[in-house]
């Protein structure tokens, strides 16, 4: 499949083609509207404008809910993908309410978070933060289950998602159930050995992450002392997180940095469920996604999220 998409899926982001870059993919991505999101009343659908962080702006968060469900319903809070430059909230939610927000019943809020280098670290994580509070504070008007929330993302949103887990856990709440973390970006030293042997090859390899990390933590890149909270895998305490569900390709770039994750949660006496997808790449499953590898991959976070949802 790599191969079919040619050279251009492979052509890296640096500091230099990053602009046109974004532009690129913001004119290329589907940016669904609240109507095509309801998908003739089967989903109720709400943007809402809450709160940023202390000194910061105010969060956009698109959530939505199977129709006509009554009672209080779990919550996916739920971070796109995009390296932290790219992406928005409302072109994941299709795949989101098809796959999840149905079958299981759930509610899905995902989050507008600011983007690098517009918007620096802790910009980014700290707007996640702040929309995941305030939804767990209005969840009664929400009709959500409070003690039913879960963080989950894909690529730099599962990198969010793992550093909201460390964030709510040492700022005393809210406290999720679980926390998917779907090809997670936790690294910014990319030096592990996928990342080299990937380079050229991953449709997300090194230089477009040293890209990313850079734009996202300006001054702070390549510090020793960089926050956990900002670059999950620098973080030296895993205990008393929520349940982990990781997933990695094998042709992937975070392929070590995400096996390196998983085995720290287990080391700290945490639960965590791997899968390392052979011969996968980055984002194989939305670029493949009729292949059966996908297919497996999808019926695997479906099923870890019922048995979580079902405890």
């Known amino acids: ?112 978070y600011r983007l690098a280098p517009h918007a620096q670290y802790p910009g980014p994580v700290e707007d996640c933060h702040a929309g995941l509070v305030w939804a767990a504070d209005h969840a009664a008007d929400l009709g959500l289950d409070v003690d039913r929330i879960l963080v989950g993302g894909k690529s730099a949103g599962g990198g969010l998602a793992a550093a909201l887990a460390l964030l709510t856990r040492d700022r005393g709440g809210p406290t999720p159930i679980g926390q998917l973390l779907l090809s997670p970006m936790l690294d910014d030293r990319n030096d592990t050995f996928s990342s080299h042997q990937m380079a050229g090859r991953d449709t997300w390899d090194r230089t477009s992450n040293a890209t990313a990390w850079q734009a996202l933590l300006g001054d702070l890149y390549g510090a020793e002392d960089l926050p956990p909270y900002a670059a999950p895998a620098r973080a030296t305490d895993l205990s008393e997180l929520p349940p982990a569900y990781l997933e990695v390709g094998s042709a992937e770039t975070f392929r070590d940095e995400v096996v390196a994750y998983a085995d720290a949660i287990w080391q700290a006496g945490g639960e965590a469920e791997l899968h390392v997808w052979p011969g996968a ?9 009729q292949a059966d590898l996908s297919r497996d991959a999808r019926e695997a976070r479906t099923r870890w999220l019922r048995r979580l949802l079902g405890r």
């Not at 913001?26 to 809450?50: I, K, M, N, Q």
């Not at 790449?281 to 996604?289: K, N, S």
């Open 1 to 112: 499949m790599l191969a079919a998409l040619g050279e251009e899926a492979r052509e890296p982001v640096t500091p230099e083609s990053l602009v046109a870059w974004q532009k690129r993919d913001a004119a290329g991505r589907p940016r669904p509207t609240v109507g095509d999101l309801r998908a003739d009343d089967r989903f109720e659908v709400e943007e809402l404008r809450v709160p940023g962080a202390s000194g910061g702006p105010d969060v956009t968060l698109v959530s939505a809910r199977p129709a006509g469900v009554d009672g209080p319903l779990p919550l996916l809070y739920y971070m796109h993908g995009g390296g932290m430059i790219t992406g928005n909230a409302w072109s994941v939610l299709p795949r989101l309410l098809r796959e999840w927000a149905l079958p299981l019943q759930l509610a899905v809020i995902s989050v507008e």
């Open 281 to 289: 790449f980055h984002g194989f499953d939305t670029l493949a996604p």
